[in-house]
């Protein structure tokens, strides 16, 4: 039987926060981290968290599991059991709701800060804006993002600057409309990011790389960022 | 954007491009002066005085003592402006922050007029 300790917290209920085991048999079967909360959520229903695709594309499922975020479900049990043991809490810095879900209030508003859609003053071409197929390019690696904070979340300096730093999904996202060429804003874009937090908060410490569950390189994005502001820079 | 009035350069760009700089700094004098050292196994108190007497060497000695004033205002205000905020420890902290800044910023600025004293009284 596998041992499943899950953090547990209803505001409404609970004083605080703790850890409530579960005994889980896997039928020697390595499943994956969601199927275990879904079949855990049938036998205590106020089990609570969030999950939608179930296949690593919306970004829902989130989640702290065995000490490293990722997605719950694409994440096979191998990966990540330890001693027996799986332990899942929510994402951390950020406020929880409850159980696993957590309020990402500040995680959209860092994303809404970097306008995060093409702004082109340009008049409109009758059909499309077209690209060549080099500039189409340059948004590989970045477009992917499905913005489930796995990667901010495991960053410290988010954890101790939400409010201030954008954090490395927004960066990832900032520098994807840099990168495009369709793009007419980039000196107004550049222009908000340079200040002490929204960009240089990062210390390259890469958390966000080793986390992030599409395999995207947000420290490698937050450097074309600086060089791009270095170039600009009078 | 944000901004802030006890950064060094007021500018994360020029901020990030002072740690950088003045990092290389550091680790130039670290290695000339281990490599002086090692090179010079019976060093005298005369060669010493000699070499910190000499004006590139003070001038040398001068730029990592900056260095290191400047790479640790940016250093310390990251750690300060990390730790004693609103958000960790409540209303208080931005008295508290800008008490620890402007001390951080004095102590830094004294050990570098101590310093260039103790260099040109060599």
Known sequence: MLNVSIYRYNPEVDSEPYMQDFEFDTQGKDIMVLDVLEKLKIEDPTLVFRRSCREGVCGSDGMNISGKNGLACVTPLSSVVKKNKLVIRPLPGLPVIRDLVIDMSQFYAQYEKIQPYMINDTPAPAIERLQSQEERAKLDGLYECILCACCSTACPSFWWNPDKFIGPSGLLQAYRFLADSRDTATEARLSNLDDPFSVFRCHGIMNCVQVCPKGLNPTKAIGHIRDMLMRTAT | ?122
């Open chain 2, 1 to 122: 954007m944000v901004t802030n009035v006890t950064s060094l350069g007021r500018s994360g760009l020029s901020d990030w491009l002072i740690a950088r700089v003045s990092a290389y700094v550091m680790t130039a004098y670290l290695i000339f002066i281990v490599g002086y050292l090692m090179l010079t196994p019976e060093l005298s108190y005369t060669q010493w005085a000699a070499l910190n007497s000499s004006l590139p060497m003070r001038m040398f000695s001068l730029l990592t003592i900056l260095s290191i004033a400047a790479h640790a205002w940016i250093g310390m205000w990251c750690v300060l402006t990390d730790y004693i905020t609103v958000r960790l420890i409540g209303p208080k902290a931005t008295a508290l922050r800008i008490i620890f800044q402007l001390g951080m910023i004095a102590i830094t600025l004294l050990y570098v007029i101590w310093a260039i004293d103790i260099l040109w009284g060599i």
